[in-house]
């Protein structure tokens, strides 16, 4: 195998994440920001309400955890 053999197929392996990877991270900032807008739906006082102090930050929460479980996943 010639050096540039050897680099073409190193480079196809030398891709850090795969297609469901970038799906998945795609998805988690999609539900972050959806977390986001849930908090600014609340209309109470500097949004101390349900939607602000516990379901937002929960689905943002949530999201956080996809993009680290994206990360890790393997191809």
């Not at 998945?24 to 949004?47: N, P, Q, R, Y």
Request: cysteine-free.
């Amino acid at each position: 195998m010639s050096v540039k053999e050897k680099a073409s197929v190193g480079n196809k392996e030398a891709l850090p994440f795969g297609k469901t990877n970038y799906s998945l991270m795609l998805a988690g900032i999609a539900i972050i920001l959806v977390g986001f807008f849930v908090m600014s739906l609340d209309k109470t006082e500097f949004g101390f309400g349900f939607l602000g102090l516990t379901l937002g930050p929960i689905i943002v929460l949530a999201g956080f955890g996809l993009e680290f479980f994206a990360i890790l996943k393997r191809k």
